[in-house]
């Protein structure tokens, strides 16, 4: 190859690379600008600068719903009108971010005064509209109409200064909705945390009183002249209940009167229930029985018994889900601490299974990592394991055989000496754990306790199956 050609190659490779090094810069730079752009043209769509946390209240006119409210980020919205009383979070969560997220998919009137053209697309008067305010003082209104039947979008107008064209129907679920939607369903207002008392009394026919006492660091459960410790998983359920479960089916009216009491059992009710809570607070409900109404739970429970709650000084009586009797009817044997064993299972180190009669099987390990070291060395299974641990960590009883462990009782129930006794260890061989299991007490439970307990309780035999009975049951293969 002579100079020249060579020259000339050299040439056009350069140029090749300096063209294709321009083109890629400028393919990036347009790569790199086309999200900026997509999210401006996103931005210029939507109708409404907010979000939710700027709003400071509300109001919708519907068919469905007519009410207002005011919100604030920190403590939620609150409904003011028709009604007055907390509004539910999620349903005001979803209207006010799928109203501020609303963009316009077609916008034929753009640049124009649209107001000529609200009646003739159905927006002046519209069927929905909704008003939002602004921490800045401004006002935000929305019109929504009908589905345009050329692609099934939705004829909106809003925004400042106000425009007009159709949005995808993705929107007005969360607009469209009764009043019900929009109100808190708890029947109570409580923050879990701050209730220190609890009084639940059956007033009918078999008249009962439950007293449930904050304790430092648990609670205490008192009925029938006798006071115990509560079991904390059971007093935690029940706080649940009332805090968060127990919430209407529906509010059968907002307008209570005497004759509703009778309607709803409410002139004689079935139970009463005083929860005392932080700064001296105290809120008291009545329960009481009568027909469910139609359309406020399964259809054929319309007309059947269902119970209907009554917070003292309020002005709206709420049906409820069928069981709340059954819960509220729970006394002293349900409430009481029914712990055999209750740890950290992350701190188990070593289980031992002794049965009479045969070698203990003895594993050793944590987490994910297990191995038989008696009577003979080979890995564990890890799920039976950690299944083992997990299971006598918290083991609780289905009931209270005896209150104390006399020699005689301990004995007859097969307890001592034990037919099982299941040992868990921590690091250093520091017990957490010694439980005993004896005799059958009916068809699917059998007697147990363990060190430091005072009682002989019962629990399901199925937490036995877990334990192995051979080495090779809990050998990994």
Same mark, same amino acid.
């Given at each position: ?30 790569? =790199? ?15 409404? @600068? ?31 009108? @028709? ?18 997220a609303l963009p316009l998919a077609v916008e034929p009137f753009k640049g124009e005064d649209v107001r000529p053209h609200l009646a003739e697309y159905g927006l002046d008067p519209a069927p929905i509209t909704f !008003? ?17 039947? !050329? ?33 808190? =369903? ?6 879990? *945390? ?16 439950? *007293? ?42 907002? *307008?209570?009167?005497?004759? /509703? ?5 409410? #002139?004689? @009710? !079935? ?12 809120? =008291? ?24 709650? *009554? ?15 059954? #819960?509220?009817?729970?006394?002293? @044997? ?9 740890? /950290? ?22 987490? /994910? ?64 754990? /010694? ?24 629990? =399901? ?17």
């Open positions: 190859m002579t100079a020249s050609r060579v020259r000339t190659t050299l040439l056009t490779t350069l140029g090749v690379l300096l063209i294709g090094g321009g083109a890629a810069a400028y393919m990036y730079r347009e790569i =790199k600008k086309a999200p900026d752009q997509k999210r401006q043209i996103q931005m210029d769509a939507r109708l409404f @600068p907010w979000g939710r946390v700027h709003i400071t209240g509300v109001s919708l006119q519907s068919e469905r719903a007519t009410f207002a409210a005011t919100c604030d980020p920190i403590n939620g919205c609150r409904l003011t009108s @028709p009604i007055q009383g907390p509004a539910d979070a999620e349903a005001m969560q979803a209207l006010l971010d799928n109203v501020a !008003t939002a305010s602004t921490a800045d003082g401004k006002v935000h209104r929305l019109y929504v109409g009908g589905l345009d039947p !050329t692609d099934r979008r939705r004829w909106v107008a809003g925004g400042d200064p106000l425009r007009m064209g159709r949005a995808d129907d993705v929107f007005s679920w969360a607009l469209d909705r009764d009043l019900f939607a929009f109100r808190a =369903k708890q029947v109570f207002q409580l923050d879990r *945390h701050a209730i220190s008392e609890i009084l639940v009394e059956r007033l009918d026919s078999a008249p009962r009183t439950l *007293h449930l006492t904050a304790g430092d660091p648990l609670w205490t459960v008192e009925s029938d002249g006798r006071k115990l410790t509560a079991d904390p998983y059971v007093i935690d359920k029940f706080l649940l209940l009332l805090t968060r479960d127990l919430k209407a089916d529906a509010f059968v009216t907002d *307008h209570y009167t005497a004759e /509703d009491a009778v309607k709803y059992g409410l #002139d004689k @009710p !079935t139970f009463a229930i005083t929860v005392h809570s932080a700064g001296g607070r105290v809120d =008291k409900a009545f329960v009481g029985v009568g027909a469910r109404p139609a359309g406020t739970g399964e259809p054929d429970e319309a007309g059947k018994a269902a119970p209907f709650v *009554h917070i003292e000084g309020a002005s709206s009586v709420a049906v409820t889900y069928n069981a709340l009797l059954s #819960d509220l009817s729970k006394g002293l @044997p349900e409430f009481r601490d029914k712990r055999v064993t209750d740890f /950290d299972l992350e701190a188990v180190r070593r289980i031992e299974i002794l049965r009479e009669g045969t070698p203990p099987l003895v594993l050793d390990g944590m987490g /994910d990592s297990w191995q038989l070291i008696s009577p003979e060395s080979a890995p564990a299974r890890v799920d039976r394991a950690k299944a083992i641990a997990m299971q006598f960590s918290k083991l609780r009883a289905v009931r209270v055989i005896d209150e104390e462990k006399s020699p005689a009782k301990l004995a007859e129930l097969g307890l001592e000496p034990p037919e099982l006794r299941v040992l868990l260890r921590a690091d250093g061989g520091r017990m957490l754990a /010694d439980i005993r299991f004896g005799r059958p007490i009916d068809k699917d439970t059998v007697a147990v306790t363990a060190e430091g307990v005072t009682r002989i309780d019962a629990v =399901k035999d199925a937490s036995l199956r877990l334990l192995p009975m051979t080495p090779d049951e809990i050998i990994r293969r």
